[in-house]
């Protein structure tokens, strides 16, 4: 569990900020708006609930909508359901593997986390009245974090022979003279020409003989 801190240059970050959905869940109406409104200002996509129940809807509808959230601020304590019982259900919900989590904590003083924050699995923790700079760094965290999960996924896929990675993508034509033409879509997108083993080759031009001699 991490704690949000402002560092110089955070501004930089900004950019990756934009479009991206978060979802704030408090019980008090001052707070969450006081959050939304600078997530806003950063070009997130925003929205805020008062509780659990409404937080787990949200997340659903979402989902269904492929349109899900990346980041979740949850308040600690909160009447209906507190923020760690909150976050267990999300974390208890396959649906939800990739949504980051962060703990927002009203007591400044507690030097060390409670057993409950600890296994829900909390990303980053912010302490509130939450200042604009630990806001702006807690995100910037938890979407780096994201983005490298999401590079770590595609290299395993790489290494195990998947189909979908964009390196081993090519369309291959086969041409008269028995080569190949193949576009292995790569980072720097040009077109390589590949020849097919020489028994094909061969093939192609027994199979143009035998045309010939029965026209």
């Not at 980051?100 to 009203?106: G, M, N, Q, R, Y």
């Not at 086969?174 to 020409?193: I, K, N, Q, W």
Request: hydrophobic share 40%.
């Amino acid at each position: 569990l991490e704690r949000g801190a402002a560092v110089s240059g955070a501004d930089a970050n900004v950019g990756w900020f934009q479009g991206v959905r978060v979802l704030v869940v408090d019980d008090n109406p001052t707070s969450r708006k006081t959050l939304c409104d600078q997530l806003l200002a950063w070009g997130v996509r925003a929205d805020s609930v008062a509780g659990g129940p409404e937080a787990l809807e949200r997340l659903q509808v979402s989902h269904a909508a492929n349109e899900p959230y990346a980041v979740v601020l949850l308040d600690e304590k909160m009447p209906d359901m507190a923020g760690p019982d909150l976050a267990l259900a999300i974390r208890a919900d396959a649906r939800f593997g990739h949504v980051k989590l962060a703990l927002l904590v009203a007591t400044v003083s507690r030097s060390t986390p409670d057993e409950k924050v600890l296994q829900a699995g909390f990303d980053q923790q912010l302490n509130k009245p939450v200042l604009r700079g630990s806001l702006q760094e807690c995100l910037y965290r938890l979407l780096r974090k994201a983005r490298s999960s999401h590079s770590l996924r595609e290299s395993a896929a790489i290494e195990q022979g998947g189909s979908e990675s964009p390196r081993r993508d090519a369309r291959i034509r086969l041409r008269a003279d028995g080569r190949s033409d193949a576009s292995p879509r790569g980072p720097s997108g040009r077109a390589a020409e590949l020849r097919h083993d020489r028994p094909l080759a061969d093939a192609v031009r027994a199979a143009r003989r035998v045309c010939g001699a029965a026209a």
